[in-house]
């Protein structure tokens, strides 16, 4: 089975890019099934299902929804094995821009879209930085001039990326990026896989539940804000 | 670049080499135009805070800077002109084999005609991808007469097709003259200042009403947005073909874009119903159940009745103008 790992911002269209493709490769007869990952809830699945494409979702709640992804990954395969899929697809979305869910070894796929501004590429992090394809979203409704240089600054942030344009709406670009789906290598399990960066540190009291404010109550993994000049400030 | 001295450079010395190099280490957070120390030196010497910015490891980070001094040395190397790209025909939805012979040159106008969900966009695709019979058509293209080199599918700097449309909006927060600098740097053309000012005057030439350059791109009219989106693609674009999806004849002088274009020797594709602008092309295609059905050259009638239509065209113009001022229609 094939695996493949997608994600992007919030709303950069991974879910319109997905069926898109997947309705080009249904037409080769390939089986393709999707596991989507997000935070609270999505109603992505009844969209899967409803194009008769095998589907779980997975919320991650109060964790990390990349810490959620790469705890999980594995039982994910295993149930596109059960299903007999030739090809599995990841969806997950980047909430925090420092997400990293792209693994060694397994095509990695980044969606942006050319509404989130050319200052975007640079803010996002190793999500964009160590993708295989960036694929660039809603380019039909933005000017040429703004697609060529909002491509320009995702090849300054991730220049060995190949970058593609798909529109989510016409499918315009998807068989393309179906081929290159399809030349992902083939992958049994994940079994001495590793992951092409560390994903978000954590661990303060915080992350356990803590609500109130200030230094007392806070532990472990905390880093303070480098503000300069408080004392020197006041007029 | 070989890649030893990549590594082992001073990176001022790069960047004063490679002055694009700066954009890089700048989109990491990093300033080095006055460093003095390689690559390695420069990663060793981070703080944690600054190795987490670059959101990749080093060696991931190494390989990225690898890549793009290769991306800008093909970018400087050649600007290999496209001076023909042939269509090998394929099939349509139904399998039935097309039959046609197609050969797009630069300086060319060749509208597309065919209902919604025909296969226009296909078309556009099969282009844009140089397939090479592995697109659901099966066409085939071929660029001046020979297989296509891969750059074409896969390189972001080397796309054959720039598209216009009339869906399309400026989302950028910068004025006219900031964003066709940002247009131009991001593309490295060189004589900037002189192209900013050439794409300036194009554009008003075409816009119905003029703008400044410190109008904000955002808040340009339909007609003087697509008339900007015009121009800026004549001279700063680099892909041999435009595609033109339906523009309005409203605030722009569509035959002058069009003539714009051919002058600056891009093969002009427009997908239109609209007679006028079907029959400035040389060539219509006809494209139903996804296939190209017809050629259809534009005969010397159909020219003559371009005139003609022309003339009815600018009486309507002349109406909408007297509805613009206020006018009464009572008497035409």
New interface residues.
């Given amino acids: 089975m094939k695996f493949i790992t997608v994600s992007g911002p919030p709303s950069s269209g991974k879910t319109a890019v997905i069926l898109q493709v997947i309705k080009a490769l249904q037409?080769r007869n390939i089986d393709v099934g999707v596991v989507k990952f997000d935070c609270l809830a999505t109603d992505d699945d009844v969209l899967y299902a409803r194009h008769d494409i095998p589907v779980r979702k997975g919320l991650a709640g109060p964790l990390c929804p990349d810490h959620y992804f790469v705890s999980n990954v594995e039982e994910c395969l295993e149930w596109g094995h059960s299903q007999q899929l030739d090809m599995l697809i990841s969806e997950s979305a980047g909430l925090c821009n420092?997400c990293s869910p792209h693994i060694e070894g397994i095509t990695s796929v980044c969606v942006i879209d050319?509404?989130s501004?050319?200052g975007t590429?640079?803010k996002?992090?190793?999500m964009?930085?160590?993708a295989d394809v960036v694929v660039i979203t809603k380019?039909?409704?933005?000017?040429?001039?703004?697609r060529?240089?909002f491509?320009?600054?995702?090849?300054?942030?991730?220049?060995?990326a190949?970058?593609m344009h798909v529109n989510g709406i016409?499918g315009?670009?998807a068989?393309?990026l179906s081929?290159v789906f399809f030349a992902a290598p083939e992958t049994a399990n994940l079994q001495g896989f590793s992951l092409?960066?560390s994903m978000p540190a954590a661990l303060c009291s915080y992350c356990l539940g803590e609500k109130r404010i200030g230094k007392e109550y806070q532990m472990g993994n905390v880093r303070k804000i480098q503000l300069g000049g408080v004392e020197g400030a006041k007029k | 670049m070989k890649q030893a001295e990549l590594f082992t450079t001073p990176l001022n010395q790069l960047c004063a080499r490679m002055p694009e190099l700066m954009d890089f280490f700048a989109s990491f957070g990093l300033e080095v135009a006055r460093n003095e120390a390689d690559i390695d030196a420069l990663l060793a010497s981070l703080s944690a805070t600054q190795t987490e910015h670059l959101g990749m490891t080093p060696t991931q980070f190494r390989i990225a800077l690898q890549d793009y001094v290769a991306g800008v040395e093909v970018l400087d190397m050649e600007q290999d002109r496209v001076h023909s790209i042939r269509i090998l025909p394929g099939r349509d939805k139904s399998g039935q084999a097309e039959e046609f012979e197609l050969e797009l040159v630069p300086g060319q106008i060749v509208s597309i005609v065919g209902p919604t969900g025909s296969g226009k966009s296909r078309l556009l695709a099969d282009i844009e991808w140089v397939a090479q019979g592995d697109t659901p058509t099966g066409r085939r293209i071929l660029l001046n007469n020979a297989q296509p080199d891969t750059k074409w599918r896969f390189s972001t700097r080397h796309k054959l097709v720039a598209q216009l449309s009339q869906n399309m909006n400026f989302v950028m927060d910068l004025t006219v003259e900031e964003f066709i600098r940002v247009h131009g740097e991001s593309r490295f053309v060189p004589e900037l200042e002189q192209k900013i000012k050439q794409v300036l005057d194009l554009a008003n030439s075409l816009a119905g009403e003029p703008f400044a350059a410190t109008t904000q791109i955002t808040a340009l009219s339909g007609g003087q947005s697509r008339a900007l989106m015009i121009a800026d693609i004549a001279i700063l674009s680099q892909s041999p073909v435009v595609l033109i999806d339906e523009i309005e004849n409203a605030g722009i002088e569509r035959k002058k874009a069009l003539e714009l274009l051919v002058q600056k020797e891009k093969i002009v594709l427009i997908a239109t119903h609209d007679p006028i602008l079907a029959l400035l092309g040389e060539k219509r295609l006809v494209i139903s159940n996804g296939g190209i059905k017809k050629v259809i050259t534009t005969s010397a009638a159909e020219r003559e009745n371009l005139i003609e239509l022309e003339r009815m065209d600018r009486v309507l113009m002349q109406l909408r103008q007297r509805i613009r001022n206020g006018e009464t229609l009572e008497q035409l």
């Fill in positions: 037409q420092r050319n509404l501004g050319i590429p640079k996002i992090g190793p964009l930085k160590t380019g039909d409704i933005v000017s040429q001039a703004e060529e240089v491509a320009s600054r995702v090849a300054q942030v991730n220049p060995s190949l970058t016409t315009q670009g068989y393309e081929t092409r960066y």
